[in-house]
């Protein structure tokens, strides 16, 4: 299978800290994509990272892509309550489809 | 802009019976595509299109047609509904190479 797989499956923590999530993927890529979705919504597009990129900012995100090892993680610092979630990387393949990986769901503690 | 728009938000329908699931999008976008997301499966594609006249099929396409008249609506017909099509189904939007996508709400469908 061409799509990310995320890691951890599940993620709770407090409040304030900061939350890591990993994706890793087999094939090529032209870019690779994070998303959020809240509980019964549509998903919502976080950031994309181009396949000669190393690194991306977008507020309290923090994106990493490292080809070599086929992986990339998502760091969200100074973690609200609002950041509660699912979040799905999803890969751009050389054929320019999207695959999603089956996504971390992040549970923010008060 | 009101972007993807799904209908319905919910089906309920027998084995057997047929339906289309709506999607339609305001921006422009060449590229539509048609995911079914089951719990602990995350989202996978069943088909796609690339501009009107053009359907590709994706990693689940067994059991759905698609088809492509108009940049604006990608319709999913499901053709003899089977209880392993119970699934919340969601429609994307986007221009081509690799940009974001933009989801409809979904639409949740139960075959019973």
């Known amino acids: 299978s061409q799509q990310g797989e995320e890691d951890p499956q599940a993620l709770s923590i407090q409040e304030g800290e900061n939350a890591t999530m990993n994706c890793s993927y087999k094939?090529?890529?032209?870019?690779l994509q994070w998303y959020r979705q809240n509980s019964g919504r549509g998903l919502v597009h976080l950031i994309l990272?181009?396949?000669?990129?190393r690194e991306k900012h977008s507020g309290r995100l923090r994106v990493t892509l490292d080809t070599s090892k086929k992986s990339s993680s998502l760091l969200i610092t100074a973690s609200r309550a609002a950041d509660t979630a699912s979040y799905f990387c999803?890969?751009?393949?050389?054929?320019?489809?999207?695959?999603f990986g089956k996504g971390t769901r992040l549970h923010i503690l008060p | 802009n009101a972007g993807v728009t799904q209908t319905p938000k919910f089906q309920v329908l027998k084995t057997g019976q047929s339906m289309t699931l709506q999607c339609a999008q305001d921006?422009?976008?060449?590229?539509m595509s048609w995911y079914r997301q089951d719990p602990g499966m995350g989202l996978r594609l069943i088909h796609y299109?690339?501009?009107?006249?053009?359907?590709d099929q994706g990693e689940v396409p067994n059991g759905y047609n698609v088809s492509r008249s108009t940049t604006e609506d990608f319709p999913l017909r499901l053709l003899s509904a089977a209880p392993s099509q119970t699934s919340v189904y969601f429609c994307?939007?986007?221009?081509?190479?690799?940009?974001?996508?933009?989801f409809g709400q979904g639409t949740r469908l139960t075959v019973v």
């Open positions: 994307a939007s986007r221009l081509l190479m690799g940009t974001e996508a933009f």
């Open positions: 094939t090529s890529i032209n870019n």
């Open positions: 990272i181009r396949s000669n990129e």
């Open positions: 999803a890969i751009n393949s050389r054929d320019d489809k999207i695959i």
């Open positions: 921006m422009n976008h060449e590229y």
């Open positions: 299109s690339v501009g009107a006249g053009i359907t």
